[in-house]
Structures are given as C-alpha cells and as structure tokens.
T-cell receptor
Framework: GQQLNQSPQSMFIQEGEDVSMNCTSSSIFNTWLWYKQDPGEGPVLLIALYKAGELTSNGRLTAQFGITRKDSFLNISASIPSDVGIYFCAGQLRTGTASKLTFGTGTRLQVTL | NAGVTQTPKFRVLKTGQSMTLLCAQDMNHEYMYWYRQDPGMGLRLIHYSVGEGTTAKGEVPDGYNVSRLKKQNFLLGLESAAPSQTSVYFC??????????????FGPGTRLTVL
C-alpha cells in the first residue's frame, strides 16, 4: 500500500526554535491533514487543508497544501516543551464514501530546554 | 461524552489464541476505521465501515475480521494471533457531514503483544 514520505524522521531542537517538516507523495490528494500524537494516546487533528496552495494557521502552527497537490508542509514557530510528540501528515482522496486516509511515517519531535 | 473508547488497553496473547478488540463511540458517527501502528510505518488501515451492518477491507486486512452490528460499536477480531500482529491498534470515527466530515477522531489505542 501507499505510504507518504515524511521528513525529517526525527528532530531535536531547543525551546524557542522554529520547526519545519514536510510530506511528499507520488500521487495527488484532495485534502491534506496534519495530526499530532502524544505518547500513549491516539493522533489528534491539528490542521486540515482543502485547496492546492492553501496556507492555514492554528496558533503557532502553519501548514501549506502544495500547488502540485502532492506535498504539504508544517511549520511550528517558537517551540515549547509541550510540542514534543510525533507529527503525522495524512492525505485524503475523496473517492467513494469512505474517504480513506494515507498516513506518513511520522516526524518525532524532541524539545530541549 | 467519552468520544471514542477502546478496550482493552493492553493485551498479551500466545500464538494461535484469538481475541476481540472493541471500539465504542458516542458521537453518532457513520464511519469507523481500524488501524495498526508499527514503528517507522505510520498508521495502516486494516478494515473500515461506512455504516451499521457494512464493512470493507483496508490496506492490511489479512488475519483480521470485523463486525459492525451496532452503529456505535466496531469490533476487530483476531482468529489465530501471530507474532506479526504485535502492534498498537487504533480505532477512528468520522461523521458524514459538517466539520467532522474530514476529521477522523481517534481512540487511545490498544497495545497488543503476541508471543
């Protein structure tokens, strides 16, 4: 099955630094979603993107839907300790009724004080 | 309002044993999904359901069966567990319309080890 290429795999940054991660696919998607997973919990939706070129913010998070519809980027500004976790991108192609998601392999973020 | 709950939270099985994982939701969502999460692999879809009484195969369905007898419950069964099924299993739900149409809500996960 298809998996999205997500990079970097892991990041170690200092508190206050900005973070960038991206996701690329060999096929197009109608929707890009970014999730965060805390240890021992299920993923929680951070941002959803619905149109090519769209730039959307949620607090310190900003995400963009690539023009080619094959990629997406997530930026976190001024990182804080609670940003620690695994970030997943997910692409959605709305065919049929199930609108299944394809997930990236995740970016593990560690924030040091 | 509990959202999406999963039972059990942890389980250890021996090869060949069977078990059922339960997902329950109180959001009146039509769609329900079962994923497995393995290190470095992200989440992969096992089976899903678009409504009560219907199920369909996902990306990695082999070795699993599912049932959706009630709208609020989605069961994942392992008839004869294998070590390759050691994983963390997540259930997710999604609504049919409105803001919840694109968002899948995840449960807290079930960590399964098969010896």
């Amino acid at each position: 099955g298809q998996q999205l290429n997500q990079s970097p795999q892991s990041m170690f940054i200092q508190e206050g630094e900005d973070v960038s991660m991206n996701c690329t696919s060999s096929s197009i998607f109608n929707t890009w979603l970014w999730y965060k997973q805390d240890p021992g919990e299920g993923p929680v939706l951070l941002i959803a993107l619905y149109k090519a070129g769209e730039l959307t913010s949620n607090g310190r998070l900003t995400a963009q839907f690539g023009i080619t519809r094959k990629d997406s980027f997530l930026n976190i500004s001024a990182s804080i300790p609670s940003d620690v976790g695994i970030y997943f991108c997910a692409g959605q192609l709305r065919t049929g009724t199930a609108s299944k998601l394809t997930f990236g392999t995740g970016t593990r973020l560690q924030v040091t004080l | 309002n509990a959202g999406v709950t999963q039972t059990p939270k942890f389980r250890v099985l021996k090869t060949g044993q069977s078990m059922t994982l339960l997902c329950a939701q109180d959001m009146n969502h039509e769609y329900m999904y079962w994923y497995r999460q393995d290190p470095g692999m992200g989440l992969r879809l096992i089976h899903y359901s678009v409504g009560e009484g219907t199920t369909a195969k996902g990306e990695v369905p082999d070795g699993y069966n599912v049932s959706r007898l009630k709208k609020q419950n989605f069961l994942l069964g392992l008839e004869s567990a294998a070590p390759s099924q050691t994983s963390v299993y997540f259930c997710a739900t999604r609504g049919r319309e409105g803001r919840s149409y694109n968002e899948q809500f995840f449960g807290p996960g079930t960590r399964l080890t098969v010896l």
